[in-house]
């Protein structure tokens, strides 16, 4: 089985790298988005909702598609994802004018992803005074999280960082007033990962939905595809730490079973992967040549996984996996520190986030990067 899939990774090559060395010849991505929607559908834990039609203006939807528009165009170039009203686009985001449960939803893989536009329509203050007044903080911030949503459906993480507040930063960390501002950007690393990623059928993460029970608490360590929590249906981000031979890149393997960019070596700034743990993931490694190799690869890949916040305390990293690919073509090392929003958290975010200056690590999992660095094995952290 991994053998079949390896050899098709290497038939699939030639055409990963005339898409890595030339992206803007891909397929424009076309979204169209939805303000009429009554249709029914599923948030990315599965829950079921109905869409409310958002009742706004045309001039109003106008400048949203606008807005959002100009932050692809920023970031891509014209002509490269494309946003215009309707149904039935590469992408489809349904902008609901139902009571919001929060800013957005990135929804199921290759359906829908929705934004709540009463989120910024009736949000107050402590006065009783509107958050986002018609005009342009409304469309401001509607724009900003379309824009977001469309982000993850190509594949990008959430960014946890708030030095600056980015598209990609995590809606709940957006201060109103920066929201209205409609300032913020996509980095070049969320540039690059939708560039690598344009050419795919689908750049979303799998959500095998509750099909696999979660394992047991405590430290795991094993070479079978890694399960990080205990918990259902949490969207983890996880800052990434990686090493491997010049050109490889790491990702994971999307609902389309393609594989999906989240970063490399070349990286300047922190690099992100955010997933859905409802399931093991198939995390996995593309070295130069155009090879894949999956973590669920007999004898690819073996990890390690420790739990140093069992009680959801402040720590400053809920859960750490490293993982090891062993492969012809050399060893790839992946280290994942990972946070999550956890709504049934007192504190509701349990874990902190590294600042621009640079990561904080706890006890063992400085010891694993310094041995990333040093380019050693760091197996004996886990008893292997």
Excluded at 150 to 160: D, E, F, R, W, Y
Excluded at 161 to 179: K, N
Aim: charged share 20%; aromatic share 10%.
């Amino acid at each position: 089985m991994a053998e079949t899939k390896r050899v098709a990774a290497c038939a699939a090559a030639v055409l990963w790298g005339l898409a890595a060395g030339g992206h803007a010849h891909a397929q424009p991505k076309t979204v169209k988005v939805d303000f009429d929607s009554t249709a029914a559908y599923r948030l990315n834990t599965g829950e079921r909702r109905t869409a409310v039609p958002s009742l706004l203006l045309a001039e109003t939807r106008a400048a949203i598609l606008a807005r959002a528009q100009a932050k692809f165009d920023a970031a891509l170039g014209a002509g490269v994802v494309t946003l215009s009203e309707g149904r039935s686009g590469d992408i489809d985001i349904i902008m609901s004018g139902e009571a919001p449960p929060l800013y957005g939803n990135v929804g199921r893989p290759g359906r829908p992803g929705v934004v709540y536009t009463e989120t910024f329509r009736t949000l107050v203050d402590a006065g009783g005074n509107l958050v986002y007044p018609s005009g342009d903080p409304f469309r401001n911030a509607a724009a900003e999280t379309l824009a977001h949503e469309i982000g993850h459906k190509l594949g990008v993480a959430h960014n946890p960082r708030t030095d600056p507040y980015t598209i990609m930063t995590e809606g709940f960390r957006v201060p109103p007033a920066v929201r209205a501002q409609g300032v913020r950007q996509f980095t070049a690393a969320d540039v690059k990962v939708m560039t690598t990623n344009l050419p795919l059928a689908g750049a979303e993460f799998k959500i095998d939905a509750f099909s696999q029970a979660p394992p047991a608490g405590g430290e795991q360590a094993g070479s079978a595809n890694p399960q990080m929590i205990g918990d259902n249906g949490i969207d983890f981000s996880a800052l990434a730490t990686f090493a491997a031979p010049p050109g490889a890149e790491f990702g994971f393997i999307g609902y389309r079973d393609e594989f999906v960019f989240q970063g490399d070596l070349t990286a300047a700034d922190l690099q992100y992967m955010t997933f859905d743990y409802s399931a093991p993931i198939d995390f996995a490694v593309r070295f130069a040549d155009g090879t894949v190799y999956r973590s669920s690869d007999p004898g690819v890949f073996d990890f390690g996984l420790l739990d140093p916040n069992p009680n959801r305390t402040d720590r400053t990293v809920y859960r750490t996996l490293v993982g090891e690919f062993d492969t012809p073509q050399g060893t790839a090392t992946l280290r994942l520190d990972v946070a999550a929003f956890d709504p049934e958290s007192a504190g509701g975010f349990v874990a902190a986030v590294p600042g621009p200056s640079g990561v904080v690590l706890a006890g063992v999992g400085a010891a694993a990067v310094a041995g990333f660095r040093a380019g050693r094995r760091v197996w004996g952290l886990f008893g292997k």
